[in-house]
């Protein structure tokens, strides 16, 4: 049985194949994490956003992390998709679900994975202003 | 020896290349290749700081670069 499902994708991410990859009898709670393009950057109008991944390198950064989750926290299956190229305001550029016989555990590998994931996967986001654009996090 | 540097993100932009072909002259840590990159390309000075990926890992300084690996400038990420 597979218990991870990762993707990197041009194509608009599908919550319902996130929720059903997941989903099982025995479990008793599915937790969702939906990041969503916001239209402000400290007062700033966000007018788009455009993703950029090293994709194989990426793609081993999310197993990773997905297997962690599994050996971490008593957790069923996790899904973790995430987007490339542009982005508009409200649409979706990551989504992870998780199920778990018990919420807690649901809920805490859902947090430890976008937060792994912002931390180590190689992907960048490129912020479009109506006069320019910036590298999000280029100057931490 | 020749290896494949490629270049992310804001680094990308600073050097003006996504990919570059490199010959050297023999295996080379991390650490050293950090160094030769910083002075082919001095505007990567404009970014703090950056990881290396070897052949899609990331690598620590230590770690000795080998013919035909794939090299990657991982500038600080920003996905999700």
């Given amino acids: ?3 991870t499902s990762i993707k ?3 194509s608009k991410l599908n919550l319902q194949e996130c929720y059903a990859f997941v989903e099982d009898d025995v479990c008793g709670g599915i937790t969702t994490f939906v990041g969503t393009v916001r239209n402000d950057t400290e007062g700033k109008e966000v007018l788009q956003l455009d993703f950029s991944t090293y994709k194989p390198m990426a793609l081993k950064e999310m197993q990773k992390i997905a297997d962690k989750a599994l050996q971490d926290f008593e957790i069923h299956k996790i899904a973790i998709h995430h987007a490339e190229g542009m982005l508009q305001i409200g649409e979706i550029p990551v989504i992870i679900t998780a199920s778990a016989k018990h919420r807690k555990a649901a809920f805490l590998a859902c947090e430890f994975a976008i937060d792994t994931l912002k931390e180590t996967v190689p992907i960048w986001k490129k912020e479009y202003f109506s006069d320019g654009e910036v590298w999000v996090n280029a100057h931490p | ?4 540097v490629l270049f992310f993100g804001i680094s990308s932009d600073l050097v003006g290349e996504n990919q570059l072909e490199v010959t050297l002259e023999k295996a080379i840590s991390v650490a050293d290749f950090k160094d030769y990159l910083q002075e082919k390309y001095s505007s990567l000075d404009k970014i703090k700081t950056y990881a290396i990926a070897l052949n899609e890992s990331y690598a620590t300084n230590d770690l000795v670069i ?3 690996d794939v090299v990657a400038v991982i500038p600080p990420v920003s996905g999700g």
């Fill in chain 1, 8 to 10: 990197i994708t041009s």
């Fill in chain 2, 1 to 4: 020896m020749k290896i494949t």
């Fill in chain 2, 66 to 68: 080998k013919d035909n």
């Fill in chain 1, 1 to 3: 049985m597979q218990r």
